[in-house]
């Protein structure tokens, strides 16, 4: 079993930084793949980006050249910096973690972004 604890979230004016964490608590096997999704109110939730354990990463459209995923295998955590914060990044974001076909999510951390 895994559990995910995030954490930094907060509010920011726009064009600012923040940076998520995700401690993951159990063991982290190699094959799993981590990443961060969101969701604003009344919208679905979407991926915001994907990191393997070998620090192949994946983002979305919307996110790619202002957020970063990292990973530290020793730490059993992932990161997400977030740079160039725009208010349409306001949401609920939630730690995600894949192993086989089971999905394991955090409890989620508000980011809210003042224009």
């Known amino acids: 079993q895994v559990q995910l604890v995030e954490s930094g979230g907060g509010l920011v004016q726009a064009g600012g930084s923040l940076r998520l964490s995700c401690a993951a608590s159990g063991s982290i096997f190699r094959f799993d793949v981590m990443g961060w999704y969101r969701q604003a109110p009344g919208k679905q939730r979407d991926l915001v980006a994907t990191?393997?354990?070998?620090?192949?990463?994946d983002y979305a459209d919307s996110v790619k050249g202002r957020f970063t995923i990292a990973r530290d295998g020793a730490k059993n955590t992932v990161y997400l910096q977030m740079n160039s914060l725009k208010p349409e990044d306001t949401a609920v974001y939630y730690c995600?973690?894949?192993?086989?076909?089971?999905?394991?999510w955090g409890q989620g951390t508000q980011v809210a972004v003042s224009s």
């Open positions: 995600h973690l894949l192993r086989g076909w089971t999905d394991y």
């Open positions: 990191i393997t354990s070998d620090a192949s990463a």
